[in-house]
């Protein structure tokens, strides 16, 4: 298996392209071409820079979801973590709101780091469930998942918390250099991400866990908590995406996302060639603009038809389970 | 008699007895026989789906496109008789519409089969997938017209009773289905190659295989089963609910897979049984009508339930790791 050789080396780069980094590249490329082609509106700049905008939230929590399912795991609760992540910095920021008169700018850190330390706590949970405790992921994050939402709930009495100071809406509204901020965001952790799983020791011990355990423990690799830090990242992954969120809609509300975020992520993953022991950062970008490419065309497309967001639903369940059926296609060729 | 009480179903029940006891000092108006019928009549439907859920996770699988299934099936069978100006009974939608369920779980169990996907991926594209098309190409409002043999369905019990808060109340006519329902589940698990084949799927999949059980036609089975299950209950709340929604159930697959694993199924051991399942269901309806009783707001539910879920997936785990015998993923299968 060559593909298992590289990011062995620390410091070694890598030149050959890899079949899946090619193969979705051309699928993007090919897209939006043909979007392009048969709608005037979707090569425009503003529609560009609305992809830009609306895609890292998702790309965050894809690559969330990819690194849990790089251990065998799988983080369901991760919409349910950025919403609570965001609803907590959100509600810390509202109260603390008078003593930052003046100072606006440092709330903004402060939502970073309540945000982020929230993410940090729920992935703990996680990984005490699906690493120490040894739950199965599936259902420990079944569980965590109706947990958040639950305090979520509470927390809000079900209702949507708004009115933060303007200042938190320039990450979600603003461009730097003409590159919207969230996707700033989203490049520089997916630059960070592919860093540490490609050429960190973390990275290399988080492969060995994922392909196989057994081998991993007798090298001295201890699977638990390698399984606590890769979840306590990714709930740090599905916070960043909260504050996003939370800054692009000036709002939260326990329930956003949670019809097919969820879904998404898992598409996003799998689709950008995830499965226990291999992860790959560039792939799970892409995937998540061929997502964003999709979306965006097809909304143009059936503009004006009604119940259309209806239909999209329809066709993520079977643009998944088509991807399911390539991906087995695929993995059994080289495996062959 | 030592064996029933070690058992996980009687842990089960004394948390059930304890919890109804608690909640009935605080508020007397709880022990009364209209709140026990009213909680007997709530568990039905999702008994009856906890049943198929059962025998899914019992397999070490994880299915939550029932939800979607049950939705699917009753609301299509709905305005499928509706259009034909149907204006019989109940029988005809039960017929119907498990046809479209068994329909539904073979499709799933073909895409499962043929491509060796994991259940749980597919059922997640399964359930937004049954939710899109019942709104985008069925219908997008609920549906309000019960043929007349539908009407008054709701209130069709066994046993009355006269309620001073309720009004007359009592034990409704659909357990009868729910007590066929779980013997044929029981007779299936303990009887059956089938049954037994799903345990042995549950506890190692490689192993049942050089058993020589068939476990492609276990999973045909299994999600036939559950997709058949699923659309009885979908039936069944629609009558009681003299509505029929595109959307029903949308997000209570956590609350009935929580209560089948509170009852004891297990997706790491081929553990489960239908005692449990029904057991687990009452509880989850205990405690969500109890925190009512107890005047503890409606938003608290979810947490509670979320925090009781991971007290009982935890307990087997951690009973397994000290027996030594924990997997390190237990998703995965065996390395």
């Not at chain 2, 996770?57 to 939800?67: A, K, T, W």
């Not at chain 2, 509880?283 to 938003?299: T, Y």
């Given at each position: 298996?060559?593909?298992?050789?590289?990011?062995?080396?620390?410091?070694?780069?890598?030149?050959?392209?890899?079949?899946?980094?090619?193969?979705?590249?051309?699928?993007?490329?090919?897209?939006?071409?043909?979007?392009?082609?048969?709608?005037?509106?979707?090569?425009?700049?503003?529609?560009?820079?609305?992809?830009?905008?609306?895609?890292?939230?998702?790309?965050?929590?894809?690559?969330?979801?990819?690194?849990?399912?790089?251990?065998?795991?799988?983080?369901?609760?991760?919409?349910?973590?950025?919403?609570?992540?965001?609803?907590?910095?959100?509600?810390?920021?509202?109260?603390?709101?008078?003593?930052?008169?003046?100072?606006?700018?440092?709330?903004?850190?402060?939502?970073?780091?309540?945000?982020?330390?929230?993410?940090?706590?729920?992935?703990?949970?996680?990984?005490?469930?699906?690493?120490?405790?040894?739950?199965?992921?599936?259902?420990?994050?079944?569980?965590?998942?109706?947990?958040?939402?639950?305090?979520?709930?509470?927390?809000?009495?079900?209702?949507?918390?708004?009115?933060?100071?303007?200042?938190?809406?320039?990450?979600?509204?603003?461009?730097?250099?003409?590159?919207?901020?969230?996707?700033?965001?989203?490049?520089?952790?997916?630059?960070?991400?592919?860093?540490?799983?490609?050429?960190?020791?973390?990275?290399?011990?988080?492969?060995?866990?994922?392909?196989?355990?057994?081998?991993?423990?007798?090298?001295?690799?201890?699977?638990?908590?390698?399984?606590?830090?890769?979840?306590?990242?990714?709930?740090?992954?599905?916070?960043?995406?909260?504050?996003?969120?939370?800054?692009?809609?000036?709002?939260?509300?326990?329930?956003?996302?949670?019809?097919?975020?969820?879904?998404?992520t898992l598409l996003i993953s799998v689709l950008?060639?995830?499965?226990?022991?291999?992860?790959?950062?560039?792939?799970?970008?892409?995937?998540?603009?061929i997502l964003q490419v999709l979306s965006t065309?097809?909304?143009?497309?059936?503009?004006?038809?009604?119940?259309?967001?209806?239909?999209?639903?329809?066709?993520?369940?079977?643009?998944?389970?088509?991807?399911?059926?390539?991906?087995?296609?695929?993995?059994?060729?080289?495996?062959? | 008699?030592?064996?029933?009480?070690?058992?996980?179903?009687?842990?089960?029940?004394?948390?059930?007895?304890?919890?109804?006891?608690?909640?009935?000092?605080?508020?007397?108006?709880?022990?009364?026989?209209?709140?026990?019928?009213?909680?007997?009549?709530?568990?039905?439907?999702?008994?009856?789906?906890?049943?198929?859920?059962?025998?899914?996770?019992?397999?070490?699988?994880?299915?939550?496109?029932?939800?979607?299934?049950?939705?699917?099936?009753?609301?299509?069978?709905?305005?499928?008789?509706?259009?034909?100006?149907?204006?019989?009974?109940?029988?005809?939608?039960?017929?119907?519409?498990?046809?479209?369920?068994?329909?539904?779980?073979?499709?799933?169990?073909?895409?499962?089969?043929?491509?060796?996907?994991?259940?749980?991926?597919?059922?997640?594209?399964?359930?937004?997938?049954?939710?899109?098309?019942?709104?985008?190409?069925?219908?997008?409002?609920?549906?309000?017209?019960?043929?007349?043999?539908?009407?008054?369905?709701?209130?069709?019990?066994?046993?009355?009773?006269?309620?001073?808060?309720?009004?007359?109340?009592?034990?409704?006519?659909?357990?009868?289905?729910?007590?066929?329902?779980?013997?044929?589940?029981?007779?299936?698990?303990?009887?059956?190659?089938?049954?037994?084949?799903?345990?042995?799927?549950?506890?190692?999949?490689?192993?049942?295989?050089?058993?020589?059980?068939?476990?492609?036609?276990?999973?045909?089975?299994?999600?036939?089963?559950?997709?058949?299950?699923?659309?009885?209950?979908?039936?069944?709340?629609?009558?009681?609910?003299?509505?029929?929604?595109?959307?029903?159930?949308?997000?209570?697959d956590l609350d009935v897979i929580a209560a089948?694993?509170?009852?004891?199924?297990?997706?790491?051991?081929?553990?489960?049984?239908?005692?449990?399942?029904?057991?687990?269901?009452?509880?989850?309806?205990?405690?969500?009508?109890?925190?009512?009783?107890?005047?503890?707001?409606?938003?608290?539910?979810?947490?509670?339930?979320?925090?009781?879920?991971?007290?009982?997936?935890?307990?087997?785990?951690?009973?397994?790791?000290?027996?030594?015998?924990?997997?390190?993923?237990?998703?995965?299968?065996?390395?």
């Open positions: 298996m060559a593909e298992q050789k590289r990011g062995k080396f620390p410091g070694g780069f890598r030149f050959n392209i890899e079949d899946r980094v090619l193969l979705l590249s051309v699928v993007l490329i090919i897209l939006v071409i043909f979007f392009g082609a048969i709608e005037d509106r979707f090569l425009t700049g503003s529609s560009i820079r609305s992809m830009a905008f609306q895609c890292p939230e998702i790309g965050l929590m894809g690559l969330g979801m990819a690194i849990a399912m790089m251990i065998d795991g799988i983080n369901l609760s991760i919409n349910d973590t950025a919403n609570l992540s965001a609803l907590i910095a959100g509600l810390s920021i509202v109260k603390l709101a008078p003593f930052f008169a003046g100072h606006e700018f440092l709330s903004i850190v402060i939502v970073f780091l309540v945000a982020i330390a929230t993410g940090a706590a729920c992935g703990a949970l996680n990984g005490l469930l699906a690493g120490y405790i040894g739950a199965p992921p599936i259902l420990a994050t079944l569980a965590t998942l109706t947990l958040y939402r639950g305090i979520s709930v509470v927390i809000t009495g079900g209702k949507t918390l708004t009115g933060f100071p303007k200042e938190l809406s320039i990450i979600g509204h603003q461009v730097v250099m003409g590159i919207p901020i969230p996707f700033v965001i989203f490049l520089i952790v997916g630059i960070l991400m592919y860093f540490v799983l490609e050429y960190t020791t973390f990275g290399f011990k988080v492969r060995m866990s994922g392909t196989n355990p057994t081998a991993a423990k007798f090298s001295g690799i201890d699977n638990r908590s390698i399984a606590m830090k890769v979840y306590i990242l990714s709930g740090i992954l599905g916070a960043i995406a909260g504050i996003i969120v939370m800054s692009r809609t000036n709002s939260v509300a326990y329930e956003y996302g949670t019809r097919t975020y969820i879904l998404l950008g060639g995830t499965s226990p022991g291999f992860g790959n950062v560039v792939g799970v970008i892409l995937a998540t603009f065309g097809f909304h143009m497309l059936l503009l004006g038809v009604r119940g259309s967001s209806f239909f999209k639903d329809f066709s993520w369940g079977v643009l998944f389970i088509a991807i399911l059926i390539i991906d087995h296609f695929m993995r059994r060729e080289k495996s062959i | 008699m030592k064996k029933l009480l070690n058992s996980h179903e009687f842990v089960v029940f004394l948390i059930l007895m304890i919890i109804s006891i608690v909640i009935g000092f605080r508020n007397p108006l709880f022990f009364s026989a209209s709140t026990l019928f009213d909680i007997v009549r709530g568990s039905i439907v999702y008994c009856i789906m906890g049943l198929g859920v059962l025998m899914v996770l019992i397999s070490g699988n994880v299915d939550i496109s029932f939800v979607a299934i049950a939705a699917m099936t009753s609301y299509s069978t709905h305005m499928l008789l509706l259009g034909l100006g149907y204006n019989g009974g109940i029988g005809l939608y039960l017929v119907v519409s498990i046809v479209f369920g068994l329909l539904a779980g073979l499709l799933m169990a073909f895409i499962v089969n043929q491509f060796d996907l994991p259940i749980f991926y597919v059922s997640l594209g399964y359930q937004t997938l049954w939710y899109g098309f019942n709104l985008f190409f069925i219908g997008r409002a609920m549906n309000f017209n019960l043929p007349e043999g539908l009407v008054g369905y709701y209130s069709r019990f066994l046993i009355k009773v006269k309620d001073p808060v309720a009004g007359e109340t009592g034990l409704h006519v659909s357990v009868v289905y729910l007590l066929i329902i779980a013997i044929f589940v029981w007779w299936l698990l303990k009887y059956t190659t089938f049954g037994r084949g799903l345990y042995a799927m549950g506890g190692n999949r490689e192993v049942a295989i050089r058993a020589g059980f068939n476990v492609k036609r276990i999973t045909y089975l299994m999600l036939a089963l559950s997709g058949a299950l699923a659309a009885v209950a979908g039936v069944i709340q629609g009558a009681y609910s003299r509505s029929f929604n595109p959307v029903l159930f949308m997000g209570q089948v694993v509170i009852g004891g199924a297990a997706i790491t051991g081929g553990r489960g049984s239908v005692v449990g399942t029904i057991l687990g269901v009452l509880l989850i309806q205990v405690l969500n009508r109890g925190l009512i009783f107890l005047g503890v707001s409606a938003e608290w539910q979810k947490m509670v339930v979320g925090l009781v879920l991971i007290i009982f997936i935890s307990i087997p785990a951690i009973a397994e790791q000290r027996q030594g015998r924990l997997k390190y993923f237990p998703m995965g299968k065996e390395k």
